[in-house]
């Protein structure tokens, strides 16, 4: 009998790690870091047969995105989703917080997302929420877990993208052009003009004379009157 019991109790503890993590998510989170199952084997290297989409294809800092999972054939049991930098030589903290919807619990201190139940899941669609500040692009990393010994670690999705903010600045400031100019042409015009004529006229006179009873008496003309007045004003001036 109690052999049977411990079989039963092993049968459950092998169950729920094969399926779901505790409820309080507290034994998955040494799986936080590497995203790998405690399950005791290895991760399949094959591609996986799940698909990760979000909507929309950019975000904002602060914004909400919906993350859909969704299997191409066989559903999947377990999963565990981080939001980490899409460039992975900047720092891999975990990003942003994701919503609590059916079948599914927090992890990783409120940054992952895992299963609560052991339910065949086709397509799971939840929020993620990023950060108030700005982290960049992100990418999401999911582990997808099929059975206890069939699962895939370290999915990447395609780049969500940050928008990028343009700030414009328009300057107010008034413009003041001041133009001075300044004249210092000095103009002299200087012109001394020393005019100087001498005028020398030659007259020549005819001196006509009278002929009287005692000989020819010379008549004096007008001309002869000027030159001689000329003579005796230019005399009284001299002296």
Request: net charge positive; with cysteine; hydrophobic share 40%.
């Amino acid at each position: 009998m109690l052999h049977v019991f411990q079989l039963i109790c092993l049968a459950s503890f092998l169950l729920s790690v094969d399926s779901y993590p505790n409820p309080t998510g507290a034994s998955i989170d040494s799986a936080c870091s590497e995203l790998m199952p405690i399950h005791g084997y290895a991760a399949q290297t094959t591609q996986p047969p799940y698909n990760i989409a979000f909507n929309p294809s950019n975000f904002a800092p602060g914004q909400s995105v919906t993350v859909t999972l969704t299997s191409q054939g066989t559903g999947f049991k377990g999963f565990m989703i981080q939001a980490r930098r899409a460039n992975i030589s900047q720092n891999q903290e975990y990003l942003g917080s994701f919503s609590v919807v059916a079948n599914t619990i927090q992890a990783c201190a409120g940054k992952a997302l895992v299963h609560s139940s052991n339910t065949v899941k086709q397509s799971l669609a939840f929020n993620w929420t990023a950060p108030v500040t700005s982290v960049g692009d992100v990418s999401f990393r999911v582990t997808f877990v099929q059975g206890k010994t069939m699962f895939w670690t370290k999915i990447v999705s395609n780049v969500l993208m940050e928008s990028v903010i343009t700030t414009s600045t328009v300057s107010t400031t008034p413009t003041v052009i001041t133009t001075s100019t300044v004249s210092t042409t000095s103009t002299v015009s200087t012109k001394s003009t020393v005019a100087t004529t001498s005028t020398v006229t030659t007259t020549s006179t005819k001196i006509t004379t009278v002929k009287t009873g005692s000989g020819s008496v010379p008549l004096v003309s007008s001309d002869m009157i000027v030159i001689a007045g000329l003579l005796l004003a230019y005399t009284l001036i001299r002296d």
